[in-house]
């Protein structure tokens, strides 16, 4: 369960997060869909502790983040903006870090590597250094680290950008799965197609300010119009970076 | 987790060749040099050897024998085929003085002697420039003397004098090369961990794995500090392969016979090993602070180098101007540790407590550096790097 509310960030002169509010439950895919630069990724900067807000708060299991920013951090598995890996290490050996950075002992980490393994379909890189991964095997290394500690939470910032159709899909059937166990899944994207092959519920930001939050019928109903494509640009005032 | 942070980083560190390399070829760098500085200063020692001067008539010439017995030669008498022995290596060298070298000499003419000597022979060459740099001298004051027995001064045909003063003995020489093993070892301590230090901060935010790290529940102290050690445990390493270096080098040439009543045994590593160290945990720090301020890892490695040469200059100094060991310099990280150094190598070891006071003096300043550099990786601005937006 992630709830944000009324979040305020300033960056300089730019408010780069305006009075932010809304909450992702469990069980449910929520999608925070907005244009570059609509404060999606600093929103989820501020739920993952690493940028503290000017106003408002950020709950994980109705925990404030920023009281406890290291128990909150337990909660949730992150696929952050920057998903940069260790040239010099494995796929595995990346795994292996973030569960001995959560404090997971040796004995319980082996093997839930390797279900990540296989269910991320890594097995030929698994032994591999990161050095001269594809787009595509790099994301789903930054995948597999964000759930080696199996969150409840799970924040993913534009995880199918750049990557081709069939890295797309697999991280489309880990979403549902994720979805399907029980999870909150929150994630961000700048692609209208995308939020609306997988979330239960939408949010719409657009220069960092909440324009739309509901069921994707409720925002097509509330814009009037059958098109979910209109219901968009109709809410946002534009179509500006939302088709591809 | 420090110990998981301090782990993988290590595990970096050892698969990175040029980080292994430019952390490991350089503290050899010192050992290397002092082992060819050494064998040449050995040599000019050999060059000390006595001149022997093989004489065949030396009674003809009582006075020039007298000269250059005064001079430290030793004069022998050459054996009757010196001619043969000189042809063969034998003998470098062997004069002789005709028999009528005294009555030209007395009749105010050249007086013949001869120089039997093999200028193809590298190895005789030094004692026959010395016979003949004797020679020379002798011949300038025969002649001073013969111009003021007719009333000259020798100064009219002597229009220049020069005089070569070499002060730098092969003693004092190599006593100066062993003092310059203090700031090979501030080398290592300051470039061993170096790499690894740009490359476990700048280096780790530059290639976007900074914000993966972060997102994990780990406190940044606990961050820091597993980085610092993986840093500072490179340091040591490059230390120890730079003491061990000295050893064998050092091992290598006779000391004594250079007249440095050094050695490099157990006591004196130790004492080394106890400088270097808590200046390793005051480096490795201050490195990954700074590197944290610098946009990228190349932009930190030319802000690095810059200040290195901070910590270097007064150590160099130190090497070059030998000041007193005094508590307050102590207490001052490089320059304490330079000191202590130094007074290992005179053989004048410092008591236990000054050891202690500048290693805690270092390990303070380590503490505080250490405290900054994960107060830095609390700030947005330091992680996100400048304009943290989006």
Redesign the interface.
Same mark, same amino acid.
């Given at each position: 369960m992630i709830e944000v509310s009324r979040l305020h960030k300033r960056f300089g002169e730019v408010v780069a997060v305006d009075d932010v509010s809304f909450s992702a439950a469990d069980g449910v895919v929520t999608g925070l869909l907005g244009p570059n630069g609509a404060g999606k990724t600093t929103t989820l900067r501020m739920l993952t502790t690493l940028i503290a807000p000017d106003r408002g708060e950020a709950r994980i299991d109705g925990l404030p983040v920023a009281a406890n920013p290291i128990e909150a951090r337990r909660r949730i598995g992150v696929l952050p903006d920057a998903r940069g890996l260790y040239p010099r290490l494995t796929a595995r050996e990346h795994i292996e870090y973030a569960g001995a950075l959560h404090g997971i002992a040796e004995k319980v980490l082996r093997p839930r590597v390797e279900e990540l393994i296989d269910l991320l379909d890594m097995r030929s890189i698994a032994d591999r250094r990161a050095d001269g991964f594809s787009h595509g095997e790099r994301v789903k290394v930054a995948l597999a680290r964000a759930l080696i500690h199996e969150p409840r939470n799970v924040m993913l910032d534009e995880p199918t950008n750049g990557l081709d159709v069939m890295s797309t899909r697999a991280v489309r059937d880990l979403i549902r799965r994720l979805r399907d166990q029980g999870k909150c899944v929150l994630f961000s994207s700048h692609v209208m197609q995308e939020v609306s092959a997988l979330c239960d519920r939408i949010v719409i930001i657009a220069r960092g300010r909440v324009l739309a939050d509901g069921t994707p019928e409720e925002i097509r109903g509330r814009a009037g119009t059958e098109n979910l494509e209109e219901a968009f640009v109709s809410v946002i005032g534009s179509d500006q970076g939302l088709l591809q | 987790?420090t110990f998981?942070?301090f782990?993988?980083e290590l595990?970096?560190h050892v698969?990175?060749r040029r980080s292994m390399l430019s952390g490991l070829i350089m503290p050899v760098i010192g050992p290397l040099a002092f082992l060819g500085m050494f064998t040449l200063i050995a040599s000019w020692i050999r060059q000390d050897k006595p001149l022997i001067v093989p004489v065949a008539g030396g009674a003809n010439a009582p006075n020039l024998i007298a000269f250059l017995q005064r001079q430290g030669a030793i004069v022998e008498t050459a054996p009757a085929d010196f001619e043969a022995q000189v042809r063969d290596g034998k003998l470098d060298l062997a004069l002789s003085v005709p028999e009528d070298y005294g009555k030209e000499f007395e009749a105010g003419r050249s007086a013949p002697v001869q120089l039997f000597e093999d200028s193809s022979r590298t190895k005789s060459r030094p004692s026959v420039m010395r016979a003949r740099r004797l020679l020379e001298i002798y011949v300038r004051r025969m002649s001073a003397l013969r111009m003021i027995a007719r009333g000259v001064s020798p100064t009219l045909v002597a229009p220049l004098e020069v005089t070569d003063l070499d002060l730098a003995t092969a003693e004092k020489t190599a006593a100066n090369v062993l003092g310059m093993m203090p700031l090979f070892l501030l080398m290592a301590v300051f470039m061993g961990g170096l790499h690894l230090a740009i490359d476990s901060t700048a280096g780790e935010r530059e290639? /976007?794995?900074?914000? $993966?790290?972060?997102?994990? $529940?780990?406190?940044r102290g606990a961050v820091a500090v597993g980085k610092w050690l993986a840093v500072v445990a490179a340091a040591v390493t490059a230390i120890v392969v730079a003491l061990l270096g000295f050893m064998l080098a050092i091992a290598r040439v006779p000391l004594q016979d250079l007249g440095i009543k050094f050695h490099l045994g157990a006591p004196e590593l130790i004492g080394m090993l106890l400088a270097c160290v808590p200046l390793a945990f005051f480096a490795a720090a201050l490195e990954m602070t700074a590197a944290l301020f610098a946009r990228t890892f190349k932009e930190a490695q030319t802000y690095l180098s810059m200040m290195l040469l901070v910590p270097i200059i007064p150590a160099a100094f130190v090497t070059l101007q030998p000041i007193k060991t005094t508590l307050p310099a102590l207490l001052v990280p490089v320059l304490g540790q330079t000191l202590l150094m130094a007074d290992v190598l005179r053989g004048e070891p410092p008591p236990a407590a000054w050891f202690a006071a500048a290693a805690l003096s270092a390990s303070a300043c380590a503490a505080a550096m250490l405290l900054w550099t994960a107060r830095l990786l609390e700030s947005?601005k330091i992680?996100?790097g400048r /304009?943290? /937006? /989006?």
């Open positions: - | 987790m998981a942070v782990r993988k595990k970096d698969r990175d290639r /976007g794995s900074l914000e $993966p790290l972060l997102v994990n $529940p780990v406190r947005e992680v996100f /304009g943290a /937006g /989006g």
